[in-house]
């Protein structure tokens, strides 16, 4: 082992890069978190995620042009319904480039939830989305749980139980 | 049908196939009105089609089409005195053929990957076809690439159902054929606005090629009239060196004297088609071109390319035009001729004109409504289609007395439950 | 009576040829970004009882038939 003289120049240098790197790590869970920021729909604000730390997030992403994505908006009513006074949070982020097709789908089907758009790409790009929908629940220290890919009526019943437990089991 | 189609709807695009699978049953309807000039032929369509999905993955359609043709139809040329082609037409009330067809399929789709079967039947009073068909696709790259395999196989069986003393009349057996075809694919998204898609389809064919009602013209130039010309099932004669005269109104017996013999191809057929598609969004327009061109090799040397263009355009509120032009070009079969001077040794002839070398050119336009938030949509389309003997990009046997031009109708409603 | 096209071998060749281009990596259209790939018009034949319709007549009339398999490109849908 060689002893590192922390009054060096170097030492200084290496000891701050690897606190960097050490910090890097324990927040690389919730990296897309911080570098993902999708604006509200209804109110036009840029959201930060981050402040969703303290309730269990169900984070969606959808699109008006996906066909899969029509059919997980009741399940996601629901949850909503049901599960937010137990902590639970809901984000639907449209991946349409155009929000005018955004608002369109949501007039054909109604959300209850909280609904937010990302134009740019780069929300999903962070969060390593490989197909349309996607949603992730992420735990109330912003790490991520679980992803689901796609959405078919019979993932409802799975991805509720999963919710369901991780609410009862507070991390 | 009297003109009798070779080939089905074995393994036709019937639906515009895209990688999810419709959540709600859906009913369409179709109606199509076509005719073709000077009095030749004319169709009425009707088409019912519905689908269904069932439990979490699988699909179900089915088709059921029915086709009521009149009018008349070539049956073969001749030649006046000075050689001139000329035309012999059976026309009248006696051709009236009512086709009909159903065809149900089943398809399964997969997480990354799609299977279907099909199956289905066609039947007219002279001709009557089975097919089935398996198609796979399967996706990689999150869909960026797409390949696809098809097999399908047709069993047919034709006869000539003409009766009386006409030129139409042959014998009445019962003639079998059968059709096999190979498709492989891949398709692939160029960008976030294009995709291309290469198909190559190998096919075989065997058996009773040839059209049970058509006849081939031969007259012998020879002087001596040595050729002999004997007629197979209408008698014979060798009367050769005579030069005809018209043949309008003229009976079968005297017909024997100048050789009138039947449709006959060979027995086995092979063709290759390379098929060519491109695709692309047009920004900011809501409008999208589409290009094909297809090769096709064919071992009796009717060869053909088709180029194909199409646009789409978006006009707002849930109206969408649709405009196509296409142009078609083959070359005559290798034993095809107009009419015949003299018998061929191995007796393989055919003067049908889908054997002819000639150029096609068709364009369509076509208007869609969407209503009721999508839950019905109405269609209109038309098709005007040309086909002349001066179009004909290469240089092969065929005559412009076989041009005509066609008019087709067609008007459509989707719904969507 | 089977006689191999002289063009049958360059044909194969060709489509053999442009097979692994297509499948080559290039730039990969993502997930989220197939919505004009989705759009209506896009759909090459929109009216599908009128393209079966109009594909039956060109074949009743032509020598060539088919060759027309299923549809391309994906919605990157799951």
Known sequence: MIAINPNTRPARLFVMAAFLLTSATTAGASTPLAGCHPVSLEKGETLDLTTYRGHLLYLDFWASWCPPCRQSFPFMNSLHKQLTADGLAILAVSLDENPTDARAFLEQVPAGFPIAIDTSGKCPELFGVEGMPTSYLIGRDGSILYRHTGFKPSDAAELRERIVKTLDHPE | MLSAALALPGMSATAAETSYRSEAPSLSYNRADYTESGERMEVKVDQLSASAPIGERLEARINLIRDVMSGASPVFNASRLMGTPFQFLQSGAS????????????????????????????????????????????????????????????????????????????????????????????????????????????????????????????????????????????????????????????????????????????????????????????????????????????EWGADSHTLELKWNKGLGDGWIFSSGLRYYTQRSADFYRVSYTNLPGDRIMSSDYRLAGFGAVSGDLGLAKSLLDGHLTLRIDYQRYEHRKAWELTHSRGDKLDDFDTDLFSLTLESVF | ?????????????????????????????????????????????????????????????ETTSGGYGLGAGGCGCD
């Not at chain 3, 209506?40 to 060109?58: C, K, T």
């Open chain 3, 1 to 61: 009576m089977t006689r191999t096209h002289p063009s049958i071998r360059s044909l194969v060749l060709a489509a053999l040829l442009l097979l692994p281009l297509s499948a080559c990596q290039r730039q990969e259209v993502r997930p989220w970004e197939r919505g004009n790939l989705a759009k209506p018009v896009m759909v090459r034949d929109p009216g599908a009882q009128y393209n079966a319709l109009v594909e039956h007549f060109h074949a009743s009339k």
């Open chain 2, 95 to 298: 051709i009236r053929d009512t086709r009909e067809a159903i065809d149900a399929s089943l398809g399964y789709y997969g997480d990354s990957h799609y299977v279907a079967v099909r199956g289905g039947r066609s039947s007219e009073d002279d001709y009557e076809s089975n097919f089935a068909s398996l198609d796979f696709r399967r996706y990689f790259n999150q869909k960026n690439t797409t390949l696809t395999a098809s097999a399908a196989y047709d069993d047919d069986h034709l006869w000539n159902s003409a009766e009386g003393d006409g030129l139409l009349t042959g014998p009445a057996d019962v003639e079998h054929r059968t059709k096999a075809e190979l498709l492989l694919g891949v398709g692939q998204l160029l960008d976030k606005n294009s995709l291309i898609e290469l198909d190559l389809t190998f096919s075989h064919s065997a058996g009773y090629l040839s059209d049970p009602y058509k006849k081939v013209y031969v007259a012998s130039r020879d002087p001596l009239g040595l050729v002999p010309l004997l007629g197979s099932g209408l008698g014979g004669g060798s009367l050769g060196g005579i030069a005809p005269v018209e043949l309008a109104g003229i009976r079968p017996g005297l017909l024997n004297l100048v050789g009138i013999y039947e449709d006959n191809r060979p027995d086995e057929r092979d063709q290759w088609i390379l098929l060519g598609r491109y695709s692309r969004y047009l920004e900011g327009t809501d409008s999208a071109v589409h290009l094909d061109y297809r090769l096709a090799l064919d």
